[in-house]
């Protein structure tokens, strides 16, 4: 797969996510941020007309992300814009937001498996089901767009089958769900798609190595094999697992994307803002391992040198992969996403690229900007 860039709009191009027919712009926008309820309405609606006015035409969303509030909050940021096929929705499914409204406890309950606490919002009363089946797929469809306010999302990507929320048994069953030889959600999906509902289909991958045991299995990339088996899937949404700071996707999934023609969608660029200001920001939403906290300074040291921002670097070195189609920051003010496309347009000199690698602070096999 070749990465496509034919049309610009606000000098943003647009690249065509793997084998499907959906066409992004290479700079898009994470919602999870605008999900948070210390992030007031107002502020979000004016976030995303910032990313529109910027240029961004592709929008990332969940029911995860605020337990509903993201997708309500962009789907009111983007009524009444242009022509809708201007601009393209992304969200999730995989979590039916059920709710609790007369529980006490604010914070979390347990998941029907018991190991596993998933959250319950204490402002809107809803927790989250985990359920991959064919009924809920299609019932997650419908109440997003209902959320949204919108009467079609473009691409909907299984979300959250993962190690970091679910033990081995839990995940089994969850692939027994999704299984389209089973009737599963993988059919829902797959009929979504042929009835013209949706234009591809996605899947979530976080390859984040927040510790060394992590690192040191390949159990998220088996993982993520076995759901290609079972899913003709146009995409993955990467968080963490291709950034200037850990490659970890070279090893198997990005290879698997570039021989199924899968395209990829680069969540958390920034690693949760530790790219953009290391020492002040959280790394992946947690502390920084010494390894990464080193391996930063480094790179923020050769990037000063040649009076580059880092973030600039780090926002365009994942795009250099020719099955990435799209890059997706989160952004909490305004002013985020007009920042994020000078960083997208920041001339960044060749010779970074070669110190990085000279220095082995990114894998020599890496694909670059030329």
């Given at each position: 797969?070749?990465?496509?860039?034919?049309?610009?709009?606000?000098?943003?191009?647009?690249?065509?996510?793997?084998?499907s027919?959906l066409?992004?712009?290479?700079?898009g926008?994470?919602?999870?941020?605008?999900?948070?309820?210390?992030?007031?309405?107002?502020?979000?609606?004016?976030?995303?007309?910032?990313?529109?006015?910027?240029g961004?035409?592709?929008?990332?969303?969940?029911p995860?992300?605020?337990?509903?509030?993201?997708?309500?909050?962009?789907?009111?940021?983007?009524?009444?814009?242009?022509?809708?096929?201007?601009?393209?929705?992304?969200?999730?499914?995989?979590?039916t937001?059920?709710?609790e409204?007369?529980?006490?406890?604010?914070?979390?309950?347990?998941?029907?498996?018991?190991?596993?606490?998933?959250?319950?919002?204490?402002?809107?009363?809803?927790?989250?089901?985990?359920?991959?089946?064919?009924e809920?797929?299609?019932?997650?469809?419908?109440?997003?767009?209902?959320?949204?306010?919108?009467?079609?999302?473009?691409?909907?990507?299984?979300?959250?089958?993962d190690?970091?929320?679910?033990?081995?048994?839990?995940?089994?069953?969850?692939?027994?769900?999704?299984?389209?030889?089973?009737?599963?959600?993988?059919?829902?999906?797959?009929?979504?798609?042929?009835?013209?509902?949706?234009?591809?289909?996605?899947?979530?991958?976080?390859?984040?190595?927040?510790?060394?045991?992590?690192?040191?299995?390949?159990?998220?990339?088996?993982?993520?094999?076995?759901?290609?088996?079972?899913?003709?899937?146009?995409?993955?949404?990467?968080?963490?697992?291709?950034?200037?700071?850990?490659?970890?996707?070279?090893?198997?999934?990005?290879?698997?994307?570039?021989?199924?023609?899968?395209?990829?969608?680069?969540?958390?660029?920034?690693?949760?803002?530790?790219?953009?200001?290391?020492?002040?920001?959280?790394?992946?939403?947690?502390?920084?391992?010494t390894?990464?906290?080193?391996?930063?300074?480094?790179?923020?040291a050769?990037?000063?040198?040649?009076?580059?921002?880092?973030?600039?670097?780090?926002?365009?070195?994942?795009?250099?992969?020719?099955?990435?189609?799209?890059?997706?920051?989160?952004?909490?003010?305004?002013?985020?996403?007009?920042?994020?496309?000078?960083?997208?347009e920041?001339?960044?000199?060749?010779?970074?690229?070669?110190?990085?690698?000279?220095?082995?602070l990114?894998?020599?096999?890496?694909?670059?900007?030329?």
């Amino acid at each position: 797969m070749t990465t496509q860039g034919t049309t610009q709009i606000n000098k943003i191009s647009i690249r065509t996510v793997g084998k499907s027919k959906l066409s992004v712009s290479v700079l898009g926008f994470g919602g999870g941020t605008i999900g948070s309820p210390h992030i007031d309405n107002p502020t979000s609606i004016e976030t995303v007309h910032s990313a529109w006015d910027s240029g961004v035409r592709f929008f990332d969303t969940a029911p995860w992300y605020g337990l509903g509030r993201s997708e309500r909050r962009l789907g009111l940021s983007l009524s009444g814009k242009d022509d809708r096929d201007t601009y393209h929705i992304n969200t999730k499914v995989g979590k039916t937001l059920v709710p609790e409204p007369h529980r006490a406890e604010a914070n979390h309950t347990l998941s029907p498996g018991g190991e596993v606490r998933t959250p319950r919002d204490s402002i809107t009363g809803f927790r989250v089901k985990f359920d991959y089946s064919y009924e809920q797929i299609h019932r997650q469809h419908l109440d997003s767009l209902q959320r949204l306010g919108h009467s079609k999302v473009d691409s909907l990507t299984i979300h959250d089958i993962d190690y970091g929320y679910h033990t081995q048994s839990q995940i089994e069953n969850h692939l027994n769900q999704l299984s389209g030889k089973q009737g599963g959600g993988a059919r829902a999906l797959e009929e979504l798609r042929q009835e013209g509902n949706i234009k591809a289909i996605g899947c979530g991958c976080n390859l984040e190595s927040r510790n060394e045991k992590s690192w040191n299995t390949d159990q998220h990339e088996s993982l993520i094999e076995k759901i290609v088996d079972l899913v003709d899937l146009d995409f993955l949404v990467i968080a963490g697992g291709y950034t200037l700071l850990e490659t970890r996707a070279l090893r198997r999934i990005l290879p698997l994307c570039t021989r199924y023609n899968i395209g990829v969608i680069i969540a958390a660029p920034f690693a949760s803002g530790w790219l953009v200001d290391p020492g002040r920001a959280t790394y992946m939403y947690s502390e920084p391992s010494t390894e990464i906290a080193e391996r930063s300074k480094k790179i923020q040291a050769i990037c000063q040198h040649h009076d580059t921002p880092m973030a600039a670097v780090a926002l365009q070195f994942p795009l250099a992969h020719p099955a990435v189609a799209s890059v997706i920051p989160g952004a909490k003010s305004p002013a985020e996403p007009q920042q994020n496309k000078s960083f997208l347009e920041f001339p960044v000199p060749g010779d970074i690229w070669t110190e990085l690698k000279e220095q082995n602070l990114i894998d020599v096999e890496a694909p670059v900007p030329s």
